[in-house]
């Protein structure tokens, strides 16, 4: 078969690796000028490959199975970060990290017992009183922060997701950076990725579809979906998709986050480390590469609109910058080289990821995955509990390819 994926983020490079990999045609179109979507490795200063910064998904986790075998097969390996995503030494409030875990230990017990769809208030209002509050404070910053969302939009899911532990499990990331793997996976294909077109439509039946581009057209018997579902519920289909994949579209909750990198100067020993700003609702960290030692940068990752504006993102890096500098102030920072990115403003993006919003139900996340006739949906978005997350889009991908493969369309070729 002829497969048209839209999209070289992680979510379509699977799909068309696996598809590539049986025999089928398979031609892969994306907007920007590079592979990797929403995953982009970039030299925080030019010509300094220790500086090689994630300006968007940063870390492998626990249980990130199927990215771990396809950087096998690519050649790659993980580099450790000498941190733990997991833990993070929470300041502004009178609490420590094991308060933090003991009081998010309740909130996930309690939450279990509520549906996933259940708004998260509704957990907080049984454990207030039963945990320490400043603890609270520091867990509900967290999960706002991971979130990209107020606490008032977010259902129970969002106290037992993937990401919510607290073990001091070890971090990695790609050694070289994670796009690498974008890079690899694209290398790796019988075609070239189509850089720098632009989908402005998609002309679907059952048995076939038409993606037309700023370029032309292309035929094909299958086409994956695999961009943001920013970007699918504003692109034309025709005829227009099914009104339960509208309103899933419609209903899923798009979080808002941005990214600081900030050069650090001199020669001062700087250790790996984790430190949350609770009011602030952003984080910080410093870690290792793939020499073993830590690389010259501070990190930091914010989440919800009010945390955003009140960092001044829209303006620059400058304000978060300082905050940062406060924040920790045994770094030396190269504060005027510091680098924001936010992916609200990226046209090809206009969002970070998914989280689980009120109003959220089992049957909206099943739409966002069916397939469309002739068309199927991958993302990290139709991912289910691994939504929001690399492996999330690895995984969708996979998914998708099986579902081609399953559909029994004629052989490939």
């Known amino acids: 078969m002829r497969i048209v994926v839209v999209g070289a983020g992680f979510a379509g490079l699977m799909a068309a690796y696996s598809l590539d990999r049986v025999g089928h045609e398979v031609i892969v179109v994306e907007a920007r000028d590079r592979v990797g979507g929403?995953?982009?490795?970039?030299?925080?200063?030019?010509?300094?490959?220790?500086?090689?910064?994630?300006?968007?998904?940063?870390?492998?986790?626990?249980?990130?199975?199927?990215?771990?075998?396809?950087?096998?097969?690519?050649?790659?390996?993980?580099?450790?970060?000498?941190?733990?995503?997991?833990?993070?030494?929470?300041?502004?409030?009178?609490?420590?990290?094991?308060?933090?875990?003991?009081?998010?230990a309740t909130v996930r017990a309690v939450a279990t017992q509520l549906s996933p769809a259940e708004p998260f208030t509704s957990v907080l209002a049984r454990v207030r009183?039963?945990?320490?509050?400043?603890?609270?404070?520091?867990?509900?910053?967290?999960?706002?922060?991971?979130?990209?969302?107020?606490?008032?939009l977010l259902t129970a899911a969002a106290?037992?997701?993937?990401?919510v532990a607290f073990e001091a499990s070890p971090s990695t990331r790609v050694a070289g950076g994670n796009q690498r793997l974008a890079i690899e996976l694209a290398a790796r294909l019988d075609q070239p990725v189509r850089t720098g077109e632009v989908v402005r439509r998609v002309q679907w039946t059952d048995e076939s579809a038409r993606v037309l581009t700023d370029r032309g057209s292309v035929d094909a018997d299958r086409v994956v979906m695999?961009?943001?579902?920013?970007?699918?519920?504003?692109?034309?289909?025709?005829?227009?998709?099914?009104?339960?994949?509208?309103?899933?579209?419609?209903?899923?909750?798009?979080?808002?986050?941005?990214?600081l990198h900030v050069?650090?100067?001199?020669?001062?020993?700087?250790?790996?480390s984790a430190v949350q700003s609770?009011?602030?609702?952003?984080?910080?960290?410093?870690?290792?590469?793939?020499?073993?030692?830590?690389?010259?940068v501070l990190h930091c990752f914010g989440g919800s609109q009010s945390a955003l504006e009140a960092l001044d993102v829209a303006a620059g890096p400058t304000t978060w910058a300082r905050r940062a500098?406060?924040?920790?102030?045994?770094l030396r920072l190269d504060l005027e080289r510091a680098v924001v990115t936010t992916w609200a403003d990226d046209p090809y993006a206009q969002g970070v990821y998914e989280y689980p919003s009120t109003g959220w139900t089992m049957s909206h996340e099943s739409a966002l995955s069916s397939p469309m006739g002739a068309v199927h949906f991958a993302g990290e978005h139709t991912a289910g509990a691994w939504a929001g997350l690399m492996e999330g889009a690895l995984r969708s991908g996979l998914r998708v390819s099986e579902e081609i493969r399953v559909s029994g369309e004629g052989e490939p070729g």
């Open 129 to 152: 009183g039963e945990v320490d509050e400043a603890a609270l404070a520091a867990l509900v910053s967290r999960l706002e922060v991971t979130n990209g969302a107020p606490a008032e």
């Open 278 to 296: 609770v009011p602030d609702r952003y984080w910080t960290w410093t870690s290792t590469d793939g020499t073993g030692a830590v690389q010259p």
């Open 226 to 259: 695999a961009v943001p579902l920013t970007v699918s519920r504003q692109l034309d289909f025709e005829p227009d998709v099914p009104s339960s994949k509208r309103e899933a579209w419609d209903a899923a909750g798009i979080s808002h986050a941005a990214k």
């Open 325 to 330: 500098a406060d924040l920790r102030p045994g």
């Open 263 to 272: 050069p650090l100067v001199g020669d001062d020993p700087v250790a790996p």
């Open 159 to 163: 106290a037992s997701d993937v990401t």
């Open 38 to 104: 929403r995953v982009w490795s970039q030299e925080l200063i030019p010509g300094n490959p220790r500086t090689v910064v994630e300006r968007g998904a940063e870390f492998v986790l626990d249980g990130y199975d199927v990215m771990s075998d396809v950087v096998g097969e690519c050649g790659l390996h993980f580099a450790p970060m000498g941190m733990s995503y997991y833990v993070r030494e929470p300041r502004g409030v009178q609490t420590d990290a094991d308060a933090v875990a003991a009081c998010a």
